[in-house]
Structure formats: structure tokens, C-alpha cells
């Protein structure tokens, strides 16, 4: 909509209202046509006044609109010059700021609003793309991380106003300043190369961060590395080492080390080291040195740097060892050649002669010093006819070069030399990696010999083979018969003449053999051993009872050559006597079990009423129940004494039958020997009294206790005592003595009587075994049979020492330290 002067002025002032004040009311130009004025009937003097007057306010009208439009007009013309002076200010001033904004390498992006397309200014080749819209494709130019910061806060200004300000590194290697703030209700971004001193100060920042980075890097290395490393100043004084140099000089860290200023070398290379740095030179030298307590070998490294000095020290103590190793290892192969029959000779490759063995110098017998001038390999072999040791062959030249043509070839050649003096020599020519020949001469003529006597000796044992009654069958790896004699065949009635050349699988021989002895579990077992099926090669030795009633004894033995022999022996008749044998013994023990059984039985039974009859003797003989006579009283003591001498063979019994049983137990405890012994003698006082001999006690002080069951003890001591007195002369001495001979005691029962014939000294610890050798004693037999087992229970064991005619001494070997229970309960 158009608007009038009065509105563009806004200043209230209107026209048609100034004219209305003065009185004038205008009208339009066809109202006043119809208004009739124009008619001449109408015009009067009048009318010619008013006409006059109305031309008059248009006059003015047209004046006061003139004056006002001139008025306006040059109103316009200076607002229109000041609005044409500021346009022209505000281009100047984007003039200035373009040449600004193109002044410095950088783009701003400004939004108005959140969802607006961004605008675009400046020149975005310094970020590396192709396009200005790609400056805010931060991925395409920035690092990812520095993408996904820009990213963050490009939405947090575009979101909430928030203003940022980053500096980065493109990928094109500039850095750029990257600021975001909002204005006049805008988002801009400016992306900003930094330039100048800036980017300078930048460039070598970022090179000091890599630099130091690199330097922590390689300081936490060398602080890691299991080597000792170090640093010195230009005065060589250390200023920093690793924990390896710590630990190799025995400091707590490297700070103390470095504090200390331990060294790790030894005062001669410390020198040789100070004087190399003095001249300004590097240090290096193997040399020992004690790390971490240890001799070791170490490679020391000493070289000039920019600060100082830089160390480094590799253990080579097992490079050393190695090396040592190595060289003991050529050494010892060397010495073992040496003591090969076999002879060794290498050649380098200029054919000359660089090692021999000894047994070269046996096998050839050439003067050593002609050999330890180095010869060719030709000037050997030229040698060799003149002495006539080579082959006689009438080529000579031409078999030479044979020879050498070992030094061209890529593989070992063999060759047999038949030599004049009826040797012959089995030659390897192998061509060596570095150049040269390996010759091995190996002197056959005694293996030809032996295989000769070989083929001898196996003719030998094969008729040796065919003689024997024996089966014999031998089945090698693979599980065939590789031979057999003919026994074998006979004995398993297997018809079809060799079986070794028809070489049948152990599955076939098994078959011809399982009609006489049809037991699978024996020939799986044959079958395993053969085939090898065992982990471990072992014998196999089993009986078998054929149907046939043939009993044969089988044994299996692996070879050394993995074949297995198997043999087949006919024991039929040995078996059959064995049987017989067997039977016969076990008749024989069941006789002895009858008897033992018997005599226990009787034993039991005899000892209650015996208990009876001695009880009532001795009230008897107390004349509790009356008066007895001299006679009556006589045969009281008669029936009393009686009865203890059968109580007594009645225990012996029981106590050789608790010992069969093994349910005697011994009550271990400390035995005074010298008391034992005494109430022992004290038992036999009377007869001994009676018989008329003297008891000699001797005891050695040393004996000390003994660790034994002292009932038993006087018991053994008891029945030896009884067996010196009966087969004692009156007048004669038992001596009874007691000693301690290393761990062991000795207790000694010796008398003077008739002693033993060597006959019957071996059983006279038998059983029921009783012999008076013409003396009044008599008795059952078992009183040395109670001695030794007792004894034996404890241990211990008994000896006896008898002549004739020199009296019988028996001793009873005890531990001094006595038995276990639980041995003693076995």
C-alpha cells in the first residue's frame, strides 16, 4: 500500500485538513462539474466573486503544495544522499571485512536457527578439502577423537548458545582454531589456520610433546631391559641407571645406585673406560664382572652422546658357556674319532688334507710327518700305489680321477678297494657344505671273515636245532614262523613238511595247534606276546594240559631283533612224579595236623583233672584231713612231683600249640637279667641239690636290661637250666652267664656233661625229639623246641655248641632293645 507525504513524514501534518482550516472545503473535479456553476445561465457577479475566491485558495493551495513539495523534496534528496553515504559505507565495510575474512586462511558457518542451512564464508584448502561445506564434515579433516569433540560442541552452541573455543591439528598437518559463539541471534563457527610465530610455537610444541613421549618411551625401555644400562655426565659421574644396573650392583634402586655411584666393572675397566672417554672415544670390551653377587661375563657398550656418556652391559656368561660347550663338544668328537676303528680323513676344498684320525694313520701307515705337511688328496694317493696299497688296476689316471670327482659332487659316492695285501676297504666319499671331501675308509676284511663264520655257526645251530627234543618255533616282528625245528611240528602233529618256508602268520600255526589244546585265554596271551600287542616285551611261561593227556611246559622270550622265541618242553613224566609227589604230601600234612590236633585235644583234657589231682596231693600232704604215715607221706610227695613234671610237659604243649597258632603274646617290658637268672636258679635249687653240681652265675655289669617278656624269659632260662642239670655228672658245674655284645644280649647256659654228637645236634630243637645219650635224664623233646621259638618271638635266635665228651653250651641271642608288639603279635 502506497503511503501519502503526511504518513511518510509522520509528523501530522495533512493537506486536505489545512484547507478545511482555512475555510475551503475541495471537492473532486466531477462534483464540481454537476454541481452546475459552469453553466452560463447560472453565472452571476456572484458567482464570479466566489470563482474568484476559489481560485484565489487554489492558488494559495498551490503555493503552500509547491513550497511544501520543494520543501520535502530536498528533504528526500538528503535523506537519500545519507542513506546512499551509509550504503556506501557498508559496502566499503564489507569490503573490508572480505579482505579481512580473506586476509587470514579461514571459514565461518553461520545458522540462523536451530534447523537453518549453514552459510558459508571464506576459503575452507587449508583443512584439506575439496569443498567449503566439507569444513563441517570434521571427520574428513580432524583426528576422530577432535571430531567427536567438535561434533559435541557445534550441537551445544547450535542447542543452548554455549560458546567454545578449540585448537586441533588436521589431518593435512595445519593447526586450526576452531571458535563458536553465538551473535545477533546467530551460531558461528570460525575455523582459523593458526599461522605465524603461532603455528611455530605450536609445531614445536607438539615435537617437545613427541620428543618427551619418546623419551619416556625409551627411558621406561632401558629402564625395563634385563641388561644393566647407564648414563654419565661429560666428568663421567653416573646420573641415572635402570633397575638391571640396580639389581647388578645390589642397590635397593637405581636412585640409590646412582646416589652411591656404585660401579659395576672392575678397577681396569673402570680405567680403560675413563681414559676412552677422555679422548672423547666409545668403550667396548668383554671382561668379568660380579653382577648381583655372581662372576659373570659381560659385553660393555660406552658411548660419547650429547649429554655425557650412554652405557650398556649384555650378559654373555651363557653365550660363553655355549661356546665353552661347543668347543668341549668338537673336542670330545674329535676324541672320539680318534678312537674309531673306522679311518677319517676331510680335505678343504683345495683337495688338501685339514684332519685325520688315528685310525687313517693305522689303516694306511704313512710317515706323520709327510701327512702333517698338509698333502693334496693326490699326492696321498700317489703315495699310496708307489707303497703299493691301492687297487692294481691298469687305468690308473683314469680311476684317480674318479676319485676326485667327489669334489664336484652333490651326493656321497661309495666305492670297495680290494688292496694287494688281501684287505679290503670299504670307502665313503661325502662332499662337504663348505667345499671339500669327508672320506671314511673302513677296513671290512674282518666282517667278511665274521659273516663267513656267521653262516658257519647259523648252520651249526640249525642242526643243533633239529636234534633237540624240544619244540622250537620262532616268529619274527610281523608275526610269521621264520623258523622252527622239526620237534615242533611233531609235537603239535602238524603234517605238510617246513613250516619256516612257507613263513605261516602265528593266526595259522594257532589254528594247526587249538585242536589238541583248545584254551583261547593261553593262545590270546601266545598270540600278544608275538604280535607285539604288550606295551612291555616280557616273558610267557605257561603249563599245558592237553587232551591227548601230553602236559607241556611253554616259554615265550622276546629277542633283540623284536622275533620271539617260543618253546614247547614234554614234562608229562616230570608231572605225572610231581603229582605223586604232591599227594604223598599232602597225606603227610594231614598226618601232622591229625597229631597236632590230637595232642592239643589231649592236652586240654589231661590238664583239668591233672589240676585236680595235684590239689588234692598237696592237702594231702598238709594232713589237713588227717595224720599220714612216712610211706604215705613219701608217696604224696611222689604223686606231687609227678604231677607237676606232667603239668609242666602239658604247658609246654599248650604253649607250642599258642605258637603254632600265633596267639602267644608277648608282654615287652624292662627285664632285670640278673633277677631273672636268679629266680630261675632259685626253682631248680633242689635239684640241683639232689644231683649234686655247683650253678656259676656270671654276669657282666655292662649287660643292662633287657627289653623282653620276663615270664617267658625265665622260662627259656628254666628249660635250659633242666636240660644242663639231667644230662650233668654229679660233681660237675652249669655255668650261666650273661653279656652285651653290640645290640644284642646274651644269655650263656654251658654244662659239662656228654655233650652232642653232630648227629643228633640238628635235631635236637625239634619236636618230640628226646635223646638221654646214655644219661638218667628223660623227657618229651620239647623244652629246646618252647627255647627257640620263644627266643624267636623276641627277635632273637639260639645257638648251641656241643662235642662230645666237652659238655653242651647253648646261647640265646636276644635285642637289646627288645621287639615291636606288632612283630611280636606276627
Request: charged letters at 25%; a negative charge.
Amino acid at each position: 500500500m502506497r503511503r501519502t507525504v503526511g504518513e511518510e513524514r509522520g509528523d501530522g501534518w495533512r493537506p486536505r485538513a489545512l484547507l478545511s482550516g482555512l475555510g475551503l472545503n475541495l471537492v473532486s473535479a466531477p462534483a464540481f462539474a454537476q454541481s452546475g456553476w459552469l453553466s452560463p445561465v447560472r453565472l452571476d457577479l456572484t458567482s464570479t466573486a466566489a470563482l474568484s475566491m476559489i481560485l484565489a485558495g487554489l492558488t494559495v493551495f498551490a503555493t503552500t503544495t509547491s513550497l511544501f513539495y520543494v520543501r520535502e523534496r530536498a528533504r528526500w534528496q538528503r535523506r537519500e544522499a545519507r542513506f546512499a553515504a551509509d550504503l556506501e559505507a557498508a559496502r566499503s565495510h564489507q569490503e573490508r571485512l572480505s579482505i579481512l575474512l580473506a586476509a587470514d586462511p579461514q571459514v565461518v558457518v553461520s545458522w540462523n536457527g536451530r534447523d537453518a542451512q549453514p552459510v558459508f564464508e571464506g576459503d575452507s584448502g587449508f583443512l584439506g578439502t575439496s569443498g567449503t561445506m566439507l569444513a563441517l564434515a570434521y571427520g574428513s579433516w580432524a583426528a576422530p577423537a577432535d571430531a567427536k569433540r567438535l561434533e559435541l560442541a557445534t550441537d551445544a552452541l547450535k542447542d543452548r548458545g554455549e560458546a567454545f573455543n578449540l585448537t586441533l591439528r588436521s589431518k593435512a598437518g595445519p593447526f586450526v582454531d576452531v571458535e563458536g559463539r553465538p551473535v545477533a541471534g546467530r551460531a558461528v563457527i570460525r575455523f582459523r589456520e593458526v599461522t605465524g610465530e603461532r603455528a611455530q610455537v605450536m609445531t614445536l610444541r607438539g615435537e617437545l610433546e613427541r620428543v618427551t613421549g619418546d623419551h619416556a618411551a625409551l627411558a621406561s625401555l632401558f629402564s625395563g631391559l634385563p641388561h644393566p644400562a647407564w648414563m654419565r655426565n661429560p666428568d663421567g659421574k653416573l646420573i641415572w641407571a635402570n633397575e638391571a644396573y640396580a639389581r647388578a650392583v645390589e642397590a635397593a634402586d637405581a636412585a640409590t645406585a646412582v646416589k652411591g655411584g656404585l660401579e659395576l666393572l672392575d678397577r681396569a675397566e673402570r680405567e680403560t673406560a675413563a681414559r676412552a672417554r677422555r679422548e672423547g672415544g666409545s668403550f667396548a670390551a668383554r671382561a668379568p664382572a660380579v653382577v648381583a653377587g655372581q662372576r659373570r661375563t659381560l659385553d660393555i657398550v660406552e658411548l660419547p652422546v650429547a649429554t655425557g656418556f650412554a652405557g650398556f652391559a649384555t650378559d654373555m656368561s651363557e653365550l660363553e658357556a655355549v661356546r665353552a660347550d661347543l668347543q668341549r663338544q668338537m673336542d670330545a668328537h674329535v676324541r672320539t674319532l680318534d678312537r674309531l676303528k673306522t679311518a677319517v680323513a676331510v680335505f678343504d676344498g683345495t683337495q688338501r688334507l685339514v684332519y685325520r684320525n688315528s685310525g687313517f694313520d693305522t689303516l694306511w701307515s704313512l710317515d706323520p710327518g709327510f701327512l702333517d705337511g698338509l698333502p693334496s688328496d693326490g699326492e696321498i694317493l700317489d703315495r699310496l700305489r708307489a707303497e703299493r696299497r691301492l687297487p692294481e688296476l691298469g687305468d690308473y689316471r683314469s680311476w684317480k680321477a674318479g676319485v676326485h670327482a667327489a669334489y664336484t659332487a652333490t651326493r656321497a659316492g661309495e666305492d670297495w678297494w680290494y688292496l694287494p695285501d688281501g684287505r679290503t676297504v670299504h670307502v665313503v666319499a661325502s662332499p662337504n657344505p663348505q667345499g671339500g671331501v669327508t672320506y671314511l675308509y673302513d677296513d671290512v676284511t674282518e666282517r667278511f671273515t665274521l659273516e663267513s663264520r656267521f653262516n658257519a655257526l647259523s648252520r651249526t645251530q640249525r642242526e643243533t636245532l633239529d636234534s633237540l627234543r624240544e619244540g622250537v618255533a620262532v616268529f619274527g616282528s610281523d608275526g610269521r614262523l621264520r623258523l622252527s625245528n622239526p620237534a615242533f611240528a611233531q609235537a603239535w602233529r602238524i603234517q605238510g613238511g617246513d613250516l619256516a618256508a612257507s613263513a605261516p602268520h602265528i593266526d595259522e600255526v594257532i589254528r594247526l595247534c587249538r585242536p589238541l589244546y583248545p584254551q583261547d585265554d593261553v593262545w590270546g596271551e601266545l598270540h600278544s606276546v608275538v604280535t607285539g600287542v604288550r606295551d612291555a616285551r616280557e616273558d610267557y611261561n605257561c603249563r599245558m594240559e592237553r587232551r591227548d593227556g601230553t602236559v607241556l611246559d611253554m616259554a615265550a622270550a622276546p629277542l633283540p631283533d623284536g622275533a620271539t622265541l617260543i618253546s614247547f618242553a614234554d614234562v608229562t613224566a616230570s608231572v605225572n612224579v610231581e603229582r605223586a609227589l604232591t599227594d604223598k604230601n599232602e597225606a603227610l600234612e594231614t598226618i601232622s595236623r591229625l597229631r597236632e590236633d590230637f595232642v592239643h585235644h589231649v592236652s586240654y583234657e589231661l590238664r583239668s583233672p591233672l589240676t585236680n589231682i595235684i590239689g588234692f596231693a598237696q592237702l594231702l600232704g598238709t594232713e589237713t584231713v588227717g595224720s599220714l604215715n612216712e610211706k604215705q607221706r613219701d608217696y604224696t610227695a611222689h604223686i606231687v612231683r609227678s604231677s607237676g613234671a606232667l603239668l609242666a610237659i602239658i604247658n609246654d604243649i599248650l604253649d607250642l600249640a599258642t605258637i603254632d597258632n600265633g596267639a602267644l603274646t608277648l608282654e615287652i617290658q624292662d627285664v632285670d637279667v640278673a633277677d631273672t637268672i636268679a629266680q630261675a636258679t632259685a626253682g631248680l635249687h633242689d635239684r640241683l641239690i639232689d644231683s649234686k653240681l655247683d650253678l656259676k652265675v656270671q654276669i657282666d655289669p655292662l649287660t643292662g636290661p633287657l627289653r623282653a617278656d620276663g615270664k617267658r624269659l625265665r622260662q627259656v632260662l628254666f628249660n635250659l637250666l633242666s636240660n644242663a642239670i639231667g644230662f650233668s655228672s654229679p660233681g660237675q658245674t652249669i655255668t650261666v652267664g650273661a653279656t652285651r655284645t653290640g645290640g644284642d644280649i646274651r644269655i650263656v647256659v654251658a654244662d659239662q656233661g656228654r655233650g652232642i654228637p653232630a648227629e643228633v645236634v640238628e635235631k635236637v630243637f625239634e619236636r618230640f625229639e628226646s635223646h638221654s645219650l646214655g644219661s638218667s635224664h628223660r623227657g618229651v623233646g620239647l623244652g629246646l623246641s618252647i627255647v627257640r621259638s620263644i627266643v624267636e618271638l623276641h627277635g632273637g635266635r639260639v645257638e648251641l655248641d656241643s662235642e662230645p665228651g666237652r659238655g653242651t653250651r647253648v646261647t640265646a641271642v636276644f635285642p637289646a632293645e627288645g621287639v615291636s608288639l606288632s612283630d611280636a603279635a606276627e
